[in-house]
């Protein structure tokens, strides 16, 4: 009774400090089941069972702790790609700063904008994922988002589009709180790819919510940093139809907390999900993927691949689980989990997770946290490769595996270049 009512007024308490947003009648019903849906979970705390490996603490208060902001001056990501750039300054978007948000074979509006419309295509999809995705797990955070977000993009794709989106966060204010909520469907035969970049805030509550209809295909590539005192809740929901594809990377560094949650659901036959990701924590750094992926349909594919490096006291969570459904025959699962430790005082908390009730599936799951091979370190040293830069090589080839679920080896060399750099610097 006594924790009940603690996150009952921890709740209240959040909720009374945010203003519910106005708009068009299905924008305010979905904002208003949203926020009953919070008021009936009430915010997270460590005793709840996905939260007892991360404290949600900093991301539930009232006010946003303060986070420096960090500029290094360097090259922005993706900077050299021809891409349509939708800039965001502490959750807010800049006009100024952004391309002009046109072109073929898509369209894209601002959350802002349409949620005023009595008639848009965006209310079948506006917190509904968000909705569906709340069992059997709570996810009040998200609900939350849905609830009083303001801002965001709305994306309908209709063809092939060449040409990715790039949405930028950019961190001005030390005290800034956003919160963003994005909308995408992805008609029959589209196909897009998103890329995300910019530490957003000093704290960041982000939900996206990707319908991709049949046929259809997703690319997303996201990279989190490097304002190392910023904290981050993200949601992705994710419906996938017949013959369909969702690919989603994730790469962070730096940052004292992040937690990437993905639920994925394989409602059509015959379609493909790859979620990866892949961090590097020095010092006080936690880094949580909480991954919920369920198998609706037949000869369905998918993968959950994700690696992490951890040192001086950083610690990694992954929490991952395959549901496949009665009837979901000829499902094709698999699931990675692994750590890579530096030194003695990092942790890598695990949980892998199996519930399976068809019986011509073929699903694993693994987790393994270790050191660098002695004998791999001996081999280089042993070829005049002085130590930091064999380590360096051997934690670039432990975090490959999860670097190639990227399919553009343009974007791959990028990412690996920053990855690079990272662990060039520290080990300057």
Not at 111 to 140: C, F, K, N
Not at 197 to 206: C, W
Not at 322 to 328: E, K, M, N, S, W
Request: proline content about 3%; glycine content about 6%; overall charge negative.
């Amino acid at each position: 009774m006594a924790r009940a009512h603690q996150k009952q007024e921890a709740t209240q308490s959040r909720i009374a400090a945010l203003t519910l947003p106005t708009g068009g009648a299905w924008a305010t019903e979905a904002r208003v089941s949203a926020l009953a849906r919070v008021q009936d979970m009430g915010m997270p705390d460590r005793r709840d069972e996905y939260w007892r490996f991360t404290r949600p603490d900093t991301l539930t208060q009232i006010t946003a702790p303060a986070a420096v902001v960090f500029d290094a001056n360097e090259h922005l990501m993706f900077n050299d790609f021809d891409r349509l750039r939708v800039v965001f300054v502490d959750g807010v978007f800049d006009a100024e700063k952004s391309d002009d948000l046109t072109g073929e074979g898509f369209t894209i509006e601002r959350l802002s904008e349409i949620t005023d419309m009595d008639i848009h295509w965006a209310r079948d999809l506006y917190g509904v994922l968000e909705t569906a995705g709340q069992s059997p797990v709570e996810r009040p955070l998200a609900a939350l988002n849905t609830g009083f977000a303001t801002d965001g993009i709305v994306i309908r794709v209709t063809g092939k589009v060449s040409r990715p989106v790039n949405l930028i966060y950019v961190h001005d204010s030390e005290t800034s709180d956003a919160i963003l909520h994005h909308v995408i469907r992805l008609e029959e035969d589209a196909e897009l790819t998103l890329l995300e970049n910019g530490p957003a805030a000093a704290r960041f509550n982000k939900c996206m919510e990707v319908d991709v209809a049949d046929r259809a295909a997703f690319h997303h590539i996201r990279t989190q940093g490097r304002d190392h005192e910023r904290r981050a809740v993200t949601h992705t929901f994710a419906r996938l139809a017949t013959e369909s594809v969702f690919k989603s990377f994730t790469t962070t560094v730096n940052g004292v907390l992040t937690r990437n949650e993905c639920v994925i659901e394989l409602t059509g036959d015959d379609a493909t999900a790859h979620v990866a990701g892949a961090a590097l924590g020095d010092g006080d750094f936690l880094h949580d993927d909480t991954v919920f992926v369920t198998h609706d349909a037949v000869n369905c594919e998918s993968r959950q691949v994700f690696k992490k490096v951890l040192r001086n006291g950083a610690t990694g969570v992954f929490q991952g689980k395959i549901l496949v459904r009665p009837g979901a025959q000829k499902t094709d699962g698999y699931q990675i989990s692994q750590s890579l430790l530096l030194d003695d005082d990092s942790q890598f908390l695990a949980k892998p997770e199996l519930e399976i009730y068809a019986d011509d599936v073929a699903c694993s799951h693994g987790s393994t946290s270790g050191a660098l091979d002695d004998q791999a370190l001996f081999y280089l040293r042993a070829r005049g490769v002085p130590r930091d830069m064999a380590t360096d090589l051997l934690t670039l080839a432990f975090l490959a595996e999860a670097v190639e679920e990227i399919e553009r080896e343009d974007i791959r060399d990028e990412i690996i270049g920053r990855l690079e750099a990272w662990l060039e610097r520290r080990r300057g």
